[in-house]
């Protein structure tokens, strides 16, 4: 995968599957950050073994957010799930307000 600047987007088909080293380079992440993702469950691969694991595409830019926010706020793996997973939530809310008309 070419390097590209931090502001880049790109747009992943969430039918795709990235193996446990696409989705790494994808991220410019090391194994072991992304593993501690995996082991706090905000990513959860197919398969027994890190060599067999598989992820959907919207994987990408979850773990993307994660590593983000990790960074930038300096949070620890549980705490980067939670915000994560509170984020995705307003986002849910936000949609659900949007569709009945109130937003």
């Not at 599957?17 to 959860?44: H, K, N, V, W, Y």
């Not at 691969?45 to 830019?61: I, M, N, Q, T, V």
Request: proline content about 5%; aromatic content about 2%; charged content about 25%.
């Amino acid at each position: 995968m070419t390097d590209r600047p931090a502001s880049s987007t790109v747009i992943i088909e969430e039918q795709i599957r990235l193996s446990f080293a696409d989705l790494c380079s994808a991220c410019g992440a090391d194994p072991s950050t992304l593993r501690g993702l995996i082991d706090e469950g905000l990513l959860q691969p197919a398969g027994s073994e890190p060599d067999e694991w598989h992820f959907e595409g919207r994987a990408l830019p979850r773990a993307l957010t994660a590593l983000r926010l990790a960074r930038d706020l300096h949070l620890s793996a549980d705490a980067t799930v939670l915000v994560v997973d509170l984020l995705e939530e307003i986002s849910a809310l936000r949609a659900r307000l949007h569709r009945a008309g109130l937003a």
